[in-house]
Every structure is written in structure tokens, then in C-alpha cells.
């Protein structure tokens, strides 16, 4: 099993430009989240898919967009990228309690 | 609103020490309390959990202390070793298929 993954590993935009960052888990979980971590602020939740076909605003949702494609992957699109969304992503998935996080290694992006 | 307070910030301990982090909550219905670990470069994993029916659950030289009448819960880290150096988070979430609400981290330094 590979877990969660994601895909870029780095990423570096121009202000204005699109991007999607991709997630995909393995582990046949109902749940998937997107998370932005920032140097003391901790990990922020951007979205979230409580199971497929639904999806949820968490406290940053501003800027960004998700779609559940189906059990497995979770995307996040950020349409117009801006210096303020430099950060560091993470994806992760749980199963239908929610209460145990499978985190992917992270998507590294750099807003210039 | 943050609905899990957690501190300090950053910690420094020597090799063999004990380390300490707190957290705080308010939200009552909370049931299931996490402790995530995370290694630079790396996303978080889930380290030890507990649940409001017992006070302290050991797991190694990890161990959760957990007061309900104060609402705060504990993570220490016996005989506290430079691999255990990375950040800390700890956690809530309530029933009914929620998210889990994180705090904001705590940076463990483990010296020699």
C-alpha cells in the first residue's frame, strides 16, 4: 500500500497562475482532506470530502476549489495563485469515524 | 476561534529529560483526543490517542494525561531522545463525523 500520495512534490507559480495539486489514497478510506501548514500557524484545513460526492468549506477556503473525483483521489485548484498561498500542502484521508488522519508527504508551492 | 490551545510553541529539552506539552479545549463534546508527530519534510502521523473514559494511556515513553474537569490533556515524553526532535499536535474531534480541530504545534528540540 502506498497511502496517500501526492503529486507535485514542488511547485513553483507566477502571481495569477492555476494549478491543481493532486491526492490519491489507497487505503479505501470515505474521507480526504486538504491542510495548508504555515510556520506557527499549525495545520489549517482548506477543504474537506466527508465521503464521495460531498464536499465541505474548513477555515481557509478562500482562493481555493476541490473535487472529489471518486473514492479514491481529491483534488485542490488554486485558479489564480497568489504569494499568499505560498505554503506547504498536505492531503490526507481517514476512514468514516474521521477520528484517525493518513497525511501524504506534503506538496511543497512557491508563489512568486 | 481556536478550539484547541496548545503550548508552548517550542520546546527545548536535554537528552534523557522529560518533555511536556499541553493543550486546552473548550468545545465539551469532544471525545477523541490525538497526538500527531512530524518530522521535517515529513506529514504528520498519529503518535498515541486517548478517550475521556480514562486519564492516562501509556504507549512506550509516550503517555497522554487527560483531566476533564479542567479540560486540558497532556503529551510526555519520558527519557526524551534527539530522534523524538520534531513538531507536535495535538487534536479533538466530536462525534458525528467531524474533522479533527488541531492546535497550532510544538517544536521539540532534543539536545545532546
Known amino acids: 500500500n502506498a497511502g496517500v500520495t501526492q503529486t507535485p512534490k514542488f511547485q513553483v507559480l507566477k502571481t495569477g497562475q492555476s494549478m491543481t495539486l493532486q491526492c490519491a489514497q489507497d487505503m479505501n478510506h470515505n474521507s480526504m482532506y486538504w491542510y495548508r501548514q504555515d510556520p506557527g500557524m499549525g495545520l489549517r484545513l482548506i477543504y474537506y470530502?466527508?465521503?464521495?460526492?460531498?464536499?465541505d468549506k474548513g477555515e481557509v477556503p478562500n482562493g481555493y476549489n476541490v473535487s472529489r473525483l471518486n473514492k479514491r483521489e481529491f483534488s485542490l485548484r488554486l485558479e489564480s495563485a497568489a504569494p499568499s498561498q505560498t505554503s506547504v500542502y498536505f492531503c490526507?484521508?481517514?476512514?468514516?469515524?474521521?477520528?484517525?488522519?493518513?497525511f501524504g508527504p506534503g506538496t511543497r508551492l512557491l508563489v512568486l | 476561534q481556536q478550539q484547541v490551545k496548545q503550548s508552548p510553541q517550542s520546546l527545548i529539552v536535554q537528552k534523557g529529560g522529560i518533555s511536556i506539552i499541553n493543550c486546552a479545549y473548550e468545545n465539551t463534546a469532544f471525545d477523541y483526543f490525538p497526538w500527531y508527530q512530524q518530522f521535517p519534510g515529513k506529514g504528520p502521523a498519529l503518535l498515541i490517542a486517548i478517550r475521556p473514559d480514562v486519564s492516562e494511556k501509556k504507549e512506550g515513553r509516550f503517555t497522554i494525561s487527560f483531566n476533564k474537569s479542567a479540560k486540558q490533556f497532556s503529551l510526555h515524553i519520558m527519557d526524551s531522545q534527539p530522534g523524538d526532535s520534531a513538531t507536535y499536535f495535538c487534536a479533538a474531534s466530536s462525534p458525528g463525523n467531524t474533522p479533527l480541530v488541531f492546535g497550532k504545534g510544538t517544536r521539540l528540540s532534543v539536545i545532546a
Open positions: 470530502s466527508a465521503s464521495e460526492g460531498t464536499t
Open positions: 490526507a484521508s481517514a476512514p468514516w469515524d474521521q477520528e484517525t488522519q493518513y
